[in-house]
């Protein structure tokens, strides 16, 4: 969200140094360096031969690619079919309570409570019984005011404002496949909404720390809601990990914010005009409750009773997602980045090993602890190529009293401060990652960084290549024998762009189809990373875009950089989310926010203006899932 640059953050003003200035390397041997080693095929990666494809002799992409699209449509490769399947404001099906959805949006914050959410993110699959029958758990990131309610925000009421929350969060629906088509199961056991009011609990070592205690919640333990919900993963324990990204436009920071809350981007009104009716959003009353997000939240999908946990040991930030990984000794790493200009990449390891189920309790529920305890890293990119993750621990370096951190809940809550002080490396944007557990790999999507380099801001450096970078990279590290190494190497699998394009630093060094603004990945296990693509409708399809068409998603084979476009979403959506069967038969694809405007909220008067997708009224966010006509594995 927020591709306008007036209101993307970038609150990073710290004085740690670019890698150029550690080094002195010039930016020009730092350029050639990352195309060089974008057009390289730098590391062997196996893919996992138990799908069909994957094996000696099969290339890892055998669909047609397909062109770029303009069209107010999604578009597959020959042989491809694409379902709607879960659009916004069809009912989850709780129970017996299933309020249709209204095309005048006039359904009330009641009926939305009960409703899919607006603008799907995130998506994972949980499966109840293989490949045709499961859970979908997905993020609904944000809502466009214009489009969630008829007049759009005028008036702006407090019912409109309850209406905005509970199309927030996250949904679990279940789907089962019949045939060729998934429909939704309603009513189901399962169903669920998940919003800006639901019961969460903090755990972990901030969990109950001064700097989280408020009025209504005096012991710090418990915070209504999780909000701004963007990209997801999937824990090897069965539960669903879920970021929250821009809780900064969610609170009013007055006229006079401190240092603290500067840091964070809080602004002085508040983006979403909750704090107009909803007054814990008004930080100036209620300071604290702005510490209470920003955290990643696992909810456990199979036991529709429990109640959602914000988890303070993998640190506070504009949290894209997180993404699990295992180590030998089978402990979890979980990678996370935050979205935001000049900010960093942070990993946790846990402290204990996967447990296993055992009488009485699930697998979930016997590992209901385990992101509790463990130790934050944050990232520091070296400028030969290595790395180094640098322990964000109370009473190691910087990170004492006498540097305002008092207690290691106060390291996480103020993650970001401590990360300055350690000398992290100040990245393009992080969207999501995703890992290779065989290779002990893991690819992040840096989506873009049109400060980078521009006048009083930080300059190039090697993982960050390029000034006034508007069309992002893709960079891959592999750790030093385990996840839980301290050390890495890494480098440029691709530099996004238009191979044609005028501009040095806007072309991209790209083998086969290109895009911008990667923010979707997804490895699959045949060893293919599916890129998705998050270019802003002030940008879509105009100057250094002009070639690139709607928003996409593509297929890359890491081991020989090769790229291919593999779907086109309706006109001004983003493509975000992927989620595939464990046969590999039927991807889940996000459709976010079709039609949305360049300023990012749609003028309630004529809010087709811009897409009509999927059915042919208002425009809305919907799953859709994506099968071979011949039943086969996607991507083969
Ligand atoms: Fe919500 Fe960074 O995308
Ligand atoms: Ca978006
Ligand atoms: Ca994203
Ligand atoms: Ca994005």
Redo the contacts with the bound molecule.
């Keep these: 969200m927020f591709k306008d640059p007036d209101l993307m953050e970038d609150s990073n003003h710290c004085a740690n140094p670019t890698l150029c200035e550690l080094s002195e390397p010039t930016r020009r041997q730092w350029l050639t360096q990352a195309l060089q080693w974008s057009a390289l095929a730098w590391l062997p990666v196996s893919g996992c031969a138990s799908l069909p494809g994957a094996g000696p002799g099969h290339p890892r992409l055998g669909f047609v690619g397909i062109a770029p699209s303009r069209a107010d449509a999604l578009a597959v490769p020959p042989g491809y079919s694409a379902q709607v399947l879960a659009a916004w404001g069809e009912p989850v099906g709780m129970a017996l309570a299933m309020p249709a959805f209204r095309e005048d949006a006039s359904n009330s914050a009641a009926d939305q409570a009960l409703q899919l959410g607006m603008h799907h ?1 995130g998506i994972q699959y949980f499966a109840l019984d293989g490949s045709h029958h499961g859970l979908l758990v997905m993020n609904h ?1 944000y809502t466009d005011d214009g489009l969630l309610h008829p007049g759009g925000m005028s008036p702006w009421t407090l019912e409109k404002v309850r209406k905005s929350q509970a199309a927030h969060g996250i949904s679990v629906i279940e789907v089962r496949r019949h045939g060729q088509q998934w429909q939704m199961v309603r009513p189901s056991a399962y169903a669920r909404r998940i919003t800006a009011n639901t019961p969460c609990t903090l755990r972990g070592p901030a969990a109950g720390h001064a700097l989280l205690q408020t009025a209504a919640d005096p012991q710090g333990h418990s915070v209504l809601g999780t909000l701004n919900n ?2 997801c993963g999937k824990t090897p324990w069965g539960t669903y990990l879920s970021g929250e ?1 821009n809780f900064r436009f969610y609170f009013a920071g007055g006229a006079r914010p401190n240092a603290d809350q500067q840091r964070w981007g809080i602004t002085p009104e508040a983006w979403f005009r909750w704090p107009e009716h909803d007054p814990r959003f008004d930080a100036t009353l209620h300071p604290n409750e702005f510490h209470r997000f920003g955290w990643i939240v696992e909810v456990d999908p199979m036991d529709p009773g429990s109640v959602p946990v914000k988890r303070t040991a993998l640190g506070r930030g504009a949290h ?1 997602g997180a993404w699990v990984a295992t180590t030998r000794t089978q402990r979890a790493v979980v990678y996370t980045g935050e ?1 935001a200009r000049f900010e960093y990449l942070y990993k946790f390891v846990s402290r204990d090993a996967i447990a296993p189920a055992r009488s009485g309790l699930t697998l979930a529920q016997a590992n209901h602890a385990l992101l509790d305890h463990g130790t934050l890293y944050v990232a520091r990119f070296g400028a030969d190529g290595s790395g180094e993750w640098l322990a964000l621990v109370h009473g190691q370096g910087p990170l004492t009293a006498r540097h305002g951190f008092a207690d290691q809940g106060e390291v996480l809550v103020k993650t970001r401060q401590a990360s300055d002080l350690l000398g992290a490396t100040k990245m393009d944007r992080p ?2 990652l995703a890992i290779d557990q065989d290779q002990h790999q893991v690819f992040c999507a840096l ?1 873009n960084n049109s400060a980078r380099g521009q006048p009083g801001q930080p300059d190039v450096d090697a993982a960050n290549p390029r000034r006034n970078n508007v069309m992002g990279q893709v960079i891959r590290w592999q750790e030093d024998g385990d996840f839980d190494s301290t050390r890495f190497e890494w480098n440029t699998l691709v530099l996004a762009g238009d191979p044609g394009g005028a501009r040095a630093e806007a072309r991209g060094k790209v083998r086969g189809d290109a895009f911008a603004c990667p ?2 990945l997804m490895f699959d296990p045949r060893g293919v990373l599916w890129i998705q693509t ?1 270019v802003g409708a002030s940008d879509l399809n105009q100057g250094e875009f002009s070639r690139l068409g709607n928003n996409q998603m593509l297929a890359c084979d890491p081991a020989t950089g090769e790229v291919r476009r593999f779907l086109s979403g309706p006109v001004n959506c ?1 493509v ?1 989310g992927a989620a595939l069967t464990p046969d590999g038969s039927t991807l889940f694809v996000n459709i976010q926010h079709p039609g949305e405007p360049p300023s990012e909220r749609s003028d309630a008067s004529d809010p087709q203006r811009f897409s009509r997708w999927p059915h042919g009224g208002r425009p809305r966010s919907a799953t859709v899932a994506i099968r071979r006509d011949d039943g086969g594995t996607i991507g083969t």
């Design positions: 993110d990131e963007c990209a990204e894209e979205d969207e999501w989506t923010d979707g998050d983003e975000t």
